[in-house]
């Protein structure tokens, strides 16, 4: 392994706090800083606030070792030669990000500066949030060459992101000079020179200490706009195929057999080709908007970030007006509603689509009664019990005498479920499937109506498909 590094992370949400335990887990000793000291004290006794695969074991196996969790700043600046500035950055008014949290503890770090620092922007930050860092220094009185503003961008899915920030499929470091360049190189070498693979303890992934990881170095501009274009160009995979399922599905065409024979091409490749209800959660909404913000502020007119927006808004009316044409009225219809999560293996509910279809079910008359995995608390926070909104603890218990079965997160277990029990649970055997689980063929064999996204829908043979006229 190379020499330790000592890193401050400020921010302990999916970002800093992933980051921390991963920059443990290679090796360096990690101040971890947030000013929720409820949050700080429940880290501390080894509690992990949100829901994220191998997050709880690598926690156990460095608290106190190789991180450590504290309200005080100033000691992680002080202690520690990077700072990584893991904030939120909230969606404004206006589209861009709000960088008030991010100005805030730029002030704090520049009082407690004691020696040379590297400042990291680890959150998602617009283009020449780098200069503003820097300004923000030596307004404060710090002398320039005492730090340096380098951005790291992470490229984290939720559910995967201890998996993805180990065995990442790049590493972006943003640095205007070599000296905060090899700082950072320093950080991630046992990833890049394959030494944390060798461990026998390392956790298991595509990458080896033969094939490492890759780390790349820009100017601290091309880094910011490399997250949001990223991030900008993912959404558009999504809102691209939902526009397409939307023509297929007028035409009796299947969108998985288009999106397979697609992401067949090596040019276009298949993730993120997948049909529903569109995307969602704490980054693509919020970076497609800063993003096109950003373009405006320059005098560009990034018109097609408007159009990824648009279609992905209205993926969802489309899915609620299936909804509606499956059961031919909603008020007064009860619902089991699958999922809360903005997608499966998280607890995240952020600009969830599934939370905003239940809002638009129940505003249109009808009771549901709602299950997912992990979100269930989480979502009680935006949509309390109430008359019209209740939860389950599992699937069928939803599905308990409901009229209908919709499907709004692409949990492992949804696409599982026993189709028999189901059947027996619901009081009509009709399934609406916003997340493309299950086949047509296979539902309408079980005996279901099943509606899905940019495919044919299935009529059983007792409920009968409308027939089409036939003039002779």
């Known amino acids: 392994m190379t020499n330790q590094v000592s890193i401050c992370v400020l921010g302990s949400g999916y970002v800093g706090l992933v980051a921390a335990v991963c920059f443990a887990e290679i090796g360096h000793r990690v101040i971890c800083v947030d000013n929720n000291e409820a949050k700080v004290n429940m880290l501390n006794e080894g509690g992990v606030p949100i829901y994220e695969h191998h997050l709880p074991e690598l926690l156990g196996k460095h608290l106190n070792r190789g991180v450590e969790f ?19 950055t909230p969606q404004g ?4 990000a709000d960088l008030s949290y991010v100005e805030a503890v730029v002030s704090e770090i520049a009082r407690a500066v004691n020696g040379y620092k590297v400042l990291v ?152 080709l997948r049909a529903g209800l569109g995307y969602g959660g704490s980054c693509f909404p919020k970076d497609v908007a800063a993003f096109y913000w950003v373009a405006q502020q320059q005098g560009v007119d990034f018109q097609l970030l408007e159009e990824v927006r648009k279609i992905n808004a209205t993926q969802q009316e489309i899915f609620f007006n299936k909804v509606r044409s499956a059961l031919w009225t909603l008020r007064g219809k009860k619902l089991a509603a699958l999922g809360l999560a903005f997608k499966g293996d998280t607890d995240d509910i952020r600009d969830s689509p599934a939370i905003d279809v239940i809002k638009k079910l129940i505003a249109a008359g009808a009771t549901v009664t709602a299950y997912d995995p992990a979100a269930i608390e989480k979502a009680k926070g935006v949509l309390p019990a109430s008359e019209s909104m209740s939860y389950a603890a599992s699937a069928y218990e939803a599905a308990e005498n409901a009229d209908a079965v919709l499907i709004l997160t692409d ?18 055997p009709i399934v609406i499937d916003g997340r493309n689980l299950y086949k047509p063929a296979y539902m309408r064999e079980q005996g279901f109506t099943y509606v899905s996204v940019g495919r044919p829908a299935a009529y059983t043979a007792q409920q009968g498909k409308p027939k089409r006229l036939v003039l002779s």
């Open 121 to 272: 922007e680890k959150s998602t930050v617009p283009v020449y949030t780098n200069e503003w860092i820097t300004r923000c220094m030596h307004r404060h009185g710090v002398e320039p060459g005492t730090f340096d503003v380098v951005s790291n961008p992470e490229f984290l899915r939720e559910g995967t992101a201890i998996g993805d920030f180990l065995h990442p499929d790049r590493i972006v470091v943003g640095a205007n000079n070599d000296r905060a360049a090899d700082v950072l190189r320093s950080i991630y070498a046992p990833l890049t020179d394959g030494s944390y693979f060798a461990k026998s303890d390392s956790l298991p992934g595509p990458l080896s200490q033969e094939n490492p990881a890759k780390l790349l170095v820009t100017s601290a501009q091309s880094a910011e706009i490399i997250k949001h274009a990223s991030n900008a160009f993912l959404a558009l995979k999504i809102s691209f195929i939902n526009a397409v399922s939307n023509l297929a599905e007028s035409v009796d065409a299947d969108i998985e057999d288009i999106a397979a024979g697609m992401g067949l091409d090596s040019r276009i490749g298949p993730k993120f």
């Open 411 to 428: 949990w492992a277990e949804f696409a599982e479920l026993d189709m028999v029990r189901l059947d027996q649970a619901l009081k009509f």
């Open 70 to 88: 504290t309200t005080n700043l100033a000691y992680g600046v002080e202690e520690c030669e990077a700072i990584f500035i893991a904030v939120g």
């Open 93 to 96: 008014s206006t589209g861009s």
